[in-house]
C-alpha cells in the first residue's frame, strides 16, 4: 500500500525557521509536492520535487531524498501569515499523471 | 482568469436528501478532480476525470456518489441519499497536461452538513 507520514503539529515564533518532515511509502515515485491550506481555505501549491536536492521559493524551501523516502519543507523567516497547515503529497507509478496522495498534514502554529 | 469555481459554498441538508456539488475547472484545464476533507480522514480524492473522461473513480465511497462531467467546463458530484457520515468539505480542482509540477488549483470548498 501506499502511507505518508508527517507530524501533526508545529508551533514556532515569528522570525523562526520550521522544518516538516515527510517519509512515504509507495509502489512507485515520481515526485513529492507541498501544499498550504489556511483555515477554511483551499490548498494552493507550494512546490515539487522530482529529483534529489533542495528547491527554494522565496522563504520556503522543499528537499527530496528519493533513496530515503523523504523529504522537508523549510519555512524560514516565520511569519504570522504562515499559520496554516502544510500537506506533503506523492505522485506515484501507479497512478497517472494527476493523481496525488496527500498526507494527513501539519499544522503551523506561529506564534508572536 | 478565474479560479475553479464551486457552488454552493455551504450546503445544509436533512438525511436523506438529496445533494448536487458543482464546479467549473479552470478553462483549458484538462483534468479534473474531486476530493473531500474531514478531520479524520484528511484530503481524499473521490474520482477525476481526464478530458471529460471519468479515469478514476476507486475513491468513491459507495454506490450512492455520483459524478459526472458532461462537457469541458463543468461537473457535479452527487450524493444520493445523503447521510450525516457524508459531512465534509468537497473540493474540486484542475490541472493542465503535461505541467511539469503536477499542480492543482483548488475551488474554495463546498463545506456539507448533512443533519
Known amino acids: 500500500g501506499q502511507s505518508l507520514e508527517q507530524p501533526s503539529e508545529v508551533t514556532a515564533v515569528e522570525g523562526a525557521i520550521v522544518q516538516i518532515n515527510c517519509t512515504y511509502q509507495?509502489?512507485?515515485?515520481?515526485?513529492l509536492s507541498w501544499y498550504q491550506q489556511h483555515d477554511g481555505g483551499a490548498p494552493t501549491f507550494l512546490s515539487y520535487?522530482?529529483?534529489?536536492g533542495l528547491e527554494e521559493t522565496g522563504r520556503f524551501s522543499s528537499f527530496l531524498s528519493r533513496s530515503d523516502s523523504y523529504g522537508y519543507l523549510l519555512l524560514q523567516e516565520l511569519q504570522m501569515k504562515d499559520s496554516a497547515s502544510y500537506f506533503c503529497?506523492?505522485?506515484?507509478?501507479?497512478?497517472?499523471?494527476?493523481?496525488?496522495?496527500f498526507g494527513a498534514g501539519t499544522q503551523v502554529v506561529v506564534t508572536p | 482568469d478565474a479560479g475553479v469555481i464551486q457552488s454552493p459554498r455551504h450546503e445544509v441538508t436533512e438525511m436523506g436528501q438529496e445533494v448536487t456539488l458543482r464546479c467549473k475547472p479552470i478553462?483549458?484545464?484538462?483534468?479534473l478532480f474531486w476530493y473531500r476533507q474531514t478531520m479524520m480522514r484528511g484530503l481524499e480524492l473521490l474520482i477525476y476525470?481526464?478530458?471529460?473522461?471519468?479515469?478514476?473513480d476507486s475513491g468513491m465511497p459507495e454506490d450512492r456518489f455520483s459524478a459526472k462531467m458532461p462537457n469541458a467546463s463543468f461537473s457535479t458530484l452527487k450524493i444520493q441519499p445523503s447521510e450525516p457520515r457524508d459531512s465534509a468539505v468537497y473540493f474540486c480542482?484542475?490541472?493542465?497536461?503535461?505541467?511539469?509540477?503536477?499542480?492543482?488549483?483548488f475551488g474554495e470548498g463546498s463545506r456539507l452538513t448533512v443533519l
Open positions: 503529497a506523492v505522485r506515484s507509478s501507479t497512478d497517472s499523471w494527476g493523481k496525488l496522495q
Open positions: 520535487n522530482a529529483l534529489d
Open positions: 478553462s483549458g484545464h484538462d483534468y
Open positions: 480542482a484542475s490541472r493542465l497536461a503535461g505541467v511539469v509540477t503536477g499542480e492543482l488549483f
Open positions: 476525470f481526464n478530458n471529460n473522461v471519468p479515469i478514476d
Open positions: 509507495t509502489s512507485g515515485f515520481y515526485g
